[in-house]
Each structure stands twice: as C-alpha cells, then as structure tokens.
Nanobody, 126 residues
Framework: QVQLVESGGGLVQAGGSLRLSCAASGRSFHWYAMGWFRQAPGKEREFVAAISWSGGHTHYADSVKGRFTISRDNAANTAYLQMNSLGPEDTAVYYC???????????????????WGQGTQVTVSS
C-alpha cells in the first residue's frame, strides 16, 4: 500500500507563489511516476502536471504551462509542485497521485493513477 501526504497549500494573493509537497511512503518511490491534479468547487478533478519515475520527463496542462514546475527528490521520497504567477482560477484542492505500474510513462489521466493523497487547499485571492 502507498500513502501520499500533501502539504504546502494556503492562501496567497494573485501573482504570488506556493510550493506543494507530496511525501510518499509504503513502497520504493523512485520506481514510479507521480502526478498532480486539482479540483475546484463544482468542477471535475483535472490533470495539472506529471513527472516520470526518473524525473527526466514532465508534462503539464496547458493552463499551467510556464507557471508551474513539477519535480521530485527520490532520496527524500517527495514530489513537488512549484506554482508561480498564481491567479484566482488556480484556487482548488490539489492532490498528488501515484500509479501502480512500475517504471511507467508519464500519465495524464485520472484513470492512470491508483493512489491518492488527501489533498491540500490552495486559495488565490484577487
């Protein structure tokens, strides 16, 4: 079983930055791709960013490209999401996720992930 715990959310003014962390436990973190999703009130959960098991490949939703950066520290069993130039449209609960597949490619769909954290709230004021 895998446990994922997000942290780093909070309230920030438009134009500000936050860095989210996702601490993983329960299996060898470095063998698995990781992803970030978000869900705003009344909306579907949507893909934000993903990173391969090695960290060598990343993929972003068009809405965050150029503003958000996903990274990972395999020694620390932690994935990160650096969010810059935040706007009110980024307000959501942010979730990290991991697939069961070992050494898999970057995954951008909800169905490609098997393990989810509890989420961390990000609120951007205008």
């Amino acid at each position: 079983q895998v446990q994922l715990v997000e942290s780093g959310g909070g309230l920030v003014q438009a134009g500000g930055s936050l860095r989210l962390s996702c601490a993983a436990s329960g299996r060898s973190f470095h063998w698995y791709a990781m992803g970030w999703f978000r869900q705003a009130p009344g909306k579907e959960r949507e893909f934000v960013a993903a990173i391969s098991w090695s960290g060598g490949h990343t993929h972003y939703a068009d809405s965050v490209k150029g503003r958000f950066t996903i990274s990972r520290d395999n020694a620390a069993n932690t994935a990160y999401l650096q969010m810059n130039s935040l706007g009110p449209e980024d307000t959501a609960v942010y979730y990290c996720a991991a697939p069961k597949q070992v050494l898999g490619a970057v995954v951008t769909t909800l169905g490609g992930y098997d393990y989810w954290g509890q989420g961390t709230q990000v609120t951007v004021s205008s």
